[in-house]
């Protein structure tokens, strides 16, 4: 049997199941459980199995119990992140990413993906440059359900989301947003409501 890791509010989770691993995963009670899972396709097969823990977005969720063969910790403050973009997960390849699970910054995933996050207060907007490269880049754009869950109509945060040469879109909490864009280019997201805004972007090839 592996670790028994209990992760609470805030916490971020990657595994790269690699060849294969065993996985468990359990809500701590009887309340309804609410996080977020991201899955990414490696860019090569027969990985080494490995496993990290983020402590990253703060996103409401209930405690949950994890049974891992793997344990390490890193931390990012909200501090970190007010009004800032800070790099959670970045290519295992990318420079200054250490892949030890005892190092420092970002994990690393076998994908050409790196994943930012920020608390966005409200009025404020956040810049953000697409990285120069020689493909066309793509990015997702994810607010945060920190007002707690809603499978309704979107509630909560607000932002406002521009790019050069597209129409201005409105997300709220739980909404997403894809965009192709030309190496280089930037975009900006803006908090339009009342409250702090937990926003997701995703950049990958």
Not at 83 to 107: C, F
Not at 146 to 175: M, W
Not at 190 to 201: F, K, M, Q, R, W
Request: no cysteine.
């Amino acid at each position: 049997m592996g670790n028994v890791e209990v992760l609470k509010r805030g916490d971020l989770q990657m595994t790269s199941a690699g060849t294969g691993i065993r996985h468990s995963e359990k809500a701590h009670g009887a309340s309804p459980v609410h996080f977020l899972q991201i899955w990414s396709l490696p860019s090569q097969a027969s990985l080494t199995p490995s496993y990290y823990t983020r402590y990253a977005l703060r996103v409401r969720i209930r405690p949950l119990l994890f049974l891992t063969f793997f344990y390490s910790t890193r931390h990012f403050t909200d501090e970190e992140k007010k009004d800032n973009w800070v790099r959670l997960v970045a290519p295992a390849d990318a420079p200054g990413v250490v892949s030890d699970r005892e190092g420092s910054g970002p994990a690393p995933v076998h994908s050409p993906l790196s994943l930012h996050a920020s608390l966005i207060s409200s009025g404020t907007t956040l810049p953000y440059t697409l990285a120069h490269a020689s493909t066309v880049r793509k990015a997702y754009v994810h607010v945060a359900q920190t007002s707690g869950y809603n499978s309704k109509e979107a509630s909560g945060a607000s932002v406002q989301v521009s790019a050069e040469g597209a129409d201005k879109v409105v997300l709220r909490e739980g909404d997403g947003l894809y965009i192709v864009g030309q190496p280089g280019k930037e975009l900006s997201v803006s908090n339009i409501g009342d409250s702090v805004a937990e926003v997701l972007l995703f950049e990958m090839d």
